[in-house]
């Protein structure tokens, strides 16, 4: 059982929870992107467990009036841990996801697993474009991966990056991933048609996006993580399709604390949860 001071971040231990949380959403004018927390497995049978949760939750899903999509991530379904793994689960997700068209996002990892990730992405949309990637600003090969994604159905989300990744490969300075940012933008208001997803909660990057959508008219998703900028999202979703990605899932406690040591704001708001103000 999730404690009260977690339920701002994660939504529950269950699939029930997460669909609990999300038809809310669906009432308040917000979809939804539905992850079960788990990652880097170093054998191949929690790997088939999330699978077979994954289906589940894509079939339960499919059952619902609503505009749920799916997150997962690579590791959770076996990248790195035996040739074929992780390409034989996302097989048996994608299918399932085509048959009930839900959307599903492939979320990026550390950046020794981006060409895997991308290669995968490349390998299935073209047989189902209900799927989109993650990409990350801060790694410097994102404009080369962008303009040759461009060229594929399905979406993109671009985020800032969430992994600290070494100086020869990414960005560091938080200044430069920031201007990363923007040009990576440009590039994608510029060259895609539209399945442009700006994940971020930064009001700079919203803006940026929203004044190349005025000069390209190319359409775009807002997506933003559940417990961050909640009342921004129900303002943005009066002008906006925005998406709140929701973790759910036992393996909550660490998502939660890395959520709690990211802000200032957010240790704030546990620690006074703790004291019960
Ligand atoms: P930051 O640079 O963290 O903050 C910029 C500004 O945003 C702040 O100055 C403030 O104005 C505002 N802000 C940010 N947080 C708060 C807050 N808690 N309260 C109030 N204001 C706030 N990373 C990956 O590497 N791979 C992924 O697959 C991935 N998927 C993601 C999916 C979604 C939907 C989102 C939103 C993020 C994802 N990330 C992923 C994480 C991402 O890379 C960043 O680490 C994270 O979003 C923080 O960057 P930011 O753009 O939100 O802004």
Not at 30 to 45: A, T
Not at 137 to 154: I, S, V
Not at 226 to 255: F, T
Request: with cysteine.
């Amino acid at each position: 059982m999730i404690p009260p001071i977690a339920n701002r971040f994660v939504a529950g231990e269950t699939e029930r929870d997460v669909i609990t949380h999300a038809r809310v959403l669906d009432t308040e004018g917000i979809n939804s992107i539905c992850n079960l927390l788990g990652e880097h497995y170093d054998s191949p049978e929690p790997a088939a467990a999330d699978r077979e949760s994954y289906c589940a939750l894509i079939e339960a899903i499919g059952e619902e009036d609503i505009d749920a999509t799916v997150s997962i991530k690579p590791s959770q379904l076996g990248l790195g841990i035996a040739e074929g793994c992780f390409r034989s689960n996302l097989e048996l997700v994608v299918e399932r996801a085509a048959e009930q068209e839900v959307f599903l996002w492939i979320d990026m990892e550390d950046h020794e697993t981006t060409d895997a990730t991308l290669d995968a992405y490349t390998h299935h949309v073209e047989e189902y474009d209900g799927i989109g990637v993650c990409v990350q600003a801060n790694l410097k090969r994102t404009p080369d991966d962008l303009r040759r994604l461009a060229d594929y159905p399905g979406k993109v989300r671009l985020v800032k990056g969430a992994y600290d990744e070494p100086g020869d490969v990414a960005y560091r300075e938080k200044s430069r991933v920031n201007e990363a940012y923007r040009e990576c933008l440009e590039i994608m208001f510029a060259e895609f048609d539209g399945g442009i997803a700006v994940g971020s909660h930064d009001p700079a990057m919203i803006d940026d996006a929203e004044e190349l959508h005025d000069e390209h008219g190319t359409a775009f998703e807002i997506q933003m993580l559940m417990g961050v900028r909640e009342d921004a999202q129900h303002d943005l979703a009066a002008d906006h399709e925005v998406y709140q990605y929701i973790p759910y899932g036992d393996s909550w406690l660490s998502y939660f604390y890395r959520r709690m040591m990211e802000r200032r704001e957010n240790l704030l708001f546990g620690l006074r949860a703790l004291v019960g103000g």
